[in-house]
């Protein structure tokens, strides 16, 4: 398995017969990497290719990935209902907030978000993948008291709708954000207390990656590997 770190909240995992690219919507090249080239590598692979996108927003979603099918016939693409799409795709698959489907090789359950879209839980080739999208505790520091409970029941109802699913989750692809000051820690901190992933690799963190050295230091206490992201397109090193 190999799990690049393309932008943002995108990931590219390659695995023995697929690869899962998470929430494309930019890339970067740079002297070292061209994501023209990766791209032309996966088009030219018999591998599946799964493009999942978790909602509309603009920092998750790109429509160039559409037109990905017409190089790479067997391009599967797993979209949130909330994504408006203006032309009929081939091997598309819309999807909401406790849908469970297979396409494949690989399980997929879909779970809510504390913002646009959903969360996907996927299981391939023997791994629990899960990638949260925007599912947060978005604990802004201008918020009032009662947005504050607001949001917290709404995302502890989702993480325990998570637990009760009962899956040990390998990877969690998880929103570790600035913006939120000292607030930034809340929701990855409480994912990793109550679902206790294998390994939590922070994103959502606008190329301010100092962010995830801090959280990584903060969570030390936890069993959960927890992965420092350096730049866009790096090749994450996840212990086995």
């Known amino acids: 398995m190999k799990i690049r770190y393309i932008h943002h909240s995108c990931f ?3 695995m023995e017969n697929s690869f899962l690219l998470f929430d494309y919507y930019k ?3 740079t002297s070292d990497f061209n994501f023209k080239e990766l791209l032309e590598e996966i088009f030219e692979s018999s591998k599946d290719f799964y493009v999942f996108a978790s909602h509309s927003h603009m920092d998750h979603f790109n429509y160039d990935i559409l037109s990905w099918i017409e190089e790479k016939s067997n391009t599967y693409y797993i979209l949130s209902s909330d994504i408006k799409l203006y032309n009929q795709t ?3 698959y819309t999807v909401k907030e406790g849908d469970v489907l297979s396409i494949n090789n690989i399980k997929l359950n879909i779970f809510g978000s504390t913002d646009e879209g959903v969360s996907f839980m996927v299981n391939v080739e023997g791994l629990i993948l899960f990638h949260a999208g925007d599912l947060n505790w978005w604990k802004w520091p201008g918020d009032t008291p009662e947005d504050e409970k607001t ?3 709404a995302f502890k109802n989702i993480v325990n709708k998570i637990l009760k699913y009962n899956e040990k989750i390998d990877i969690a692809f998880f929103p570790v954000d600035g913006r939120l ?3 930034y820690l809340c929701g990855g901190e409480y994912f990793i207390q109550k679902l ?3 390994t939590f690799v922070p994103m959502h963190s606008w190329d301010k990656y100092q962010v995830t050295s801090n959280f990584k230091n903060k969570m030390s206490k ?3 590997e927890v992965i420092e992201i350096r730049h866009p397109n790096e090749l994450l090193k996840i212990n086995s």
């Open 90 to 92: 081939n091997n598309l």
């Open 222 to 224: 936890y069993s959960t």
């Open 27 to 29: 890339h970067r090249n």
């Open 196 to 198: 206790n992933p294998k």
């Open 12 to 14: 590219l995992i390659e």
């Open 181 to 183: 000051e000292y607030n």
């Open 151 to 153: 949001m917290e029941k």
